[in-house]
């Protein structure tokens, strides 16, 4: 399995996914397909894909979190998290959400900061693809 952003063209075949994924039908209706489409990050959507096709997907928006007084920071707001009925309990949301997009490469991208030193170290070896989460002391 391969976790990935996803290309161009896979918009409308990750939006379906989501569809799936949530109990809603093999196709997004119509107007959910278009309004998806108007708010989706390419950028900042993922897929996990199995070599047979994209069997999860999960996103993030750019937010700004207002700041008591005054001013923001970014903000990554998850969404649209969800895996195929078909590939359930066989690791692809740990593959989609850290396994295959680890906390340092997230970093490096510039889509997430460390605001505690070591935080990202911990975070991508709790999340390792050989060990059940668990991390002792917290992030």
């Known amino acids: 399995m391969e976790a990935r952003l996803i290309e161009r063209d896979e918009l409308q075949a990750t939006i379906d996914l ?17 309004q998806s489409a ?12 199995d070599g047979d096709g994209l069997v999860g997907t999960a996103a993030t928006f750019s937010l700004a979190l207002a700041l008591p007084g005054g001013g923001s920071v970014p903000l990554a707001w998850v969404t649209g998290v969800g895996v195929s009925p078909t590939h359930r309990r066989r690791g692809v949301l740990r593959a989609l959400l850290l396994g295959g997009v680890s906390w340092a490469v997230l970093r490096r991208a510039g889509l997430i900061d460390e605001r505690t030193p070591g935080a990202i170290g911990r975070a991508g070896a709790m999340f390792r693809p050989d060990r059940a989460p668990y991390c002792s002391t917290g992030f």
Do not use: I
């Open 18 to 34: 989501t569809a799936v994924a949530f109990g809603a039908g093999p196709r997004a209706p119509e107007d959910y397909r278009k």
């Open 38 to 49: 108007l708010n989706c990050e390419p950028d900042r959507t993922f897929v996990v894909d």
